[in-house]
């Protein structure tokens, strides 16, 4: 665990390489480029089986993101939903749009402005490892 200080002096105790201390040390770097490529995995998001429903686990990490944002109140976000390669391409894309929907409805929710936020689904594209992990 590392401590992540935000701007304005709130302490996060996050994992070393989680999405949240990956995400403030890009947002520190005043050389940060932003391009399509730049992208933050969230590694302890976790849905419900072929639902969008988050798991209660998964609050945390929502909670600190939020956080993060609210100190930086410029940055705007583009929210990803992914699934595995498992059943129809189609009900794949429809619940990776769901579950980004669904992360970013719980941000909003959390105190992230609604019009900082967008979201879009990519169902099986970009795979980040095969179906063997969970």
């Known amino acids: ?29 005043p050389n940060r480029v932003v391009s399509d490529t730049t992208w933050f995995d969230f590694d302890r998001l976790l849905f419900e089986t072929n639902s969008a429903a988050l798991k209660p686990e998964s609050r945390e990490q929502l909670e600190y993101v939020a956080k993060i944002l609210a100190a930086y109140p ?18 794949n894309l429809t619940l990776s749009e769901e579950r980004a929907a669904s992360v970013r409805k719980e941000l909003v929710s959390l105190g992230v402005a609604d019009a900082r936020l967008v979201s879009e689904g990519y169902g099986e594209k970009h795979p980040v490892a095969d179906n063997a992990t969970e």
């Not at 401590?3 to 304005?8: N, Q």
């Not at 410029?74 to 391409?89: C, E, F, H, L, S």
């Open 1 to 29: 665990v590392v401590r992540a200080t935000l701007p304005g002096g709130v302490e996060l105790s996050v994992p070393p390489n989680g999405i949240e201390a990956r995400l403030v040390e890009f947002l520190k770097d």
């Open 74 to 91: 410029d940055v705007r976000a583009k929210i990803g939903g992914y699934t595995d390669n498992t059943g129809d391409p189609a009900k």
